[in-house]
């Protein structure tokens, strides 16, 4: 059995170790709070460019661009998408058991030279490099500070390189966040585009708390059947569209628009996820602190008492003897 002098060491060890698991906990919670923040504000803009492509494309079935035209496929990027740093669970983990499985998949069918990542986030490109995958570029700064400049850089790099026939498939790698609770590991098609997919795409998310509760799911499923209610209810759309100056120029403006914006929420929600994990396990952390705590300190308090029974017994032992 452990001396006291061991039990508490021990103690004060957890608790310090406790005090940091909480303290990350708050941080990662407040980061979360902003990640929900900027995709909320990029709401807006995303339903409505959405729906003006929707609109556009129901009544032109024939407009087409290159960049949402399929052809054979000979060389494949991947764009996956982890955190710059540790402890927030299995996150970083699924991320890369993904990427692994899809870039083997393509490598047995194209090769090895045949495959690029390119890794938003230093965990994936660490492992990418350690794999020998061919790594393209270093974009950890996009996590730590994500922003739309950024975004459209890459996306126009990726559309040019598409166009000029470099890559004939781009595949987007992430977790789509739908709450604190959950965040669903997703490998999307990124070019070419496909309109109808992009369009139909899972939008449920709870950006008003950020706590891990029942609660939280309830209020998904609610939100899911009254959207489902609402689609139900909409209007046919307009169809009666004047194209100026003509349709291959206004595709072209939009096309690339919904292409920034797909990079940037899959940014966005891989941000808010990686905290949200975070947040998660260092929750999981202190509540294992407090019951080894419990723990303990019940230890102590029994070794503490059979020691005064022990001292008590020699006493009583050496008045008798005397």
Request: hydrophobic share 40%; glycine share 4%.
């Amino acid at each position: 059995m452990p001396s006291l002098k061991e039990i508490k060491g021990r103690i004060a060890s957890v608790n310090s170790t406790r005090k940091i698991t909480s303290a990350m906990k708050m941080v990662a919670s407040s980061k979360l709070h902003h990640a929900q923040v900027a995709i909320q504000n990029m709401l807006p803009y995303e339903t409505l460019l959405e729906h003006i492509l929707k609109s556009f494309l129901a009544a032109e079935a024939e407009a087409q661009t290159i960049y949402d035209q399929e052809r054979p496929v000979k060389r494949v990027a991947l764009l996956v998408f982890s955190s710059n740093s540790s402890l927030c669970g299995g996150f970083n983990a699924n991320v890369i058991k993904l990427m692994q499985h899809t870039a083997n998949e393509y490598i047995s069918e194209l090769g090895e030279e045949n495959v690029e990542v390119y890794p938003i986030g230093r965990k994936v490109a660490e492992k990418a490099a350690k794999l020998g995958l061919r790594v393209k570029g270093d974009f950890a700064d996009m996590v730590d500070h994500p922003s739309v400049a950024p975004c459209i850089d890459l996306a126009m790099t990726l559309g040019e390189r598409f166009a000029k026939g470099e890559i004939d498939k781009v595949e987007l790698i992430y977790h789509h966040f739908k709450s604190a609770g959950s965040q669903v590991l997703t490998r999307k098609i990124f070019l070419p585009i496909d309109i109808e997919t992009e369009l139909e795409r899972d939008h449920e998310r709870d950006l008003t708390s950020n706590v891990v509760t029942k609660k939280a799911q309830e209020y998904l499923k609610k939100n899911r059947r009254q959207r489902e209610h609402q689609e139900e209810e909409t209007k046919p759309l307009n169809d009666n569209f004047i194209v100026e100056p003509d349709m291959d120029t206004v595709l072209s403006q939009l096309i690339p628009k919904l292409a920034h914006l797909m990079l940037y929420t899959a940014l966005l929600d891989s941000v808010a996820s990686e905290h949200a994990a975070r947040m998660v396990a260092m929750q999981t952390a202190t509540d294992n602190a407090d019951e080894l705590l419990r723990q303990l300190n019940l230890q102590y308090n029994k070794s503490r008492q059979q020691a005064i029974t022990s001292e008590l017994l020699d006493i009583v032992g050496g008045t008798v003897n005397n």
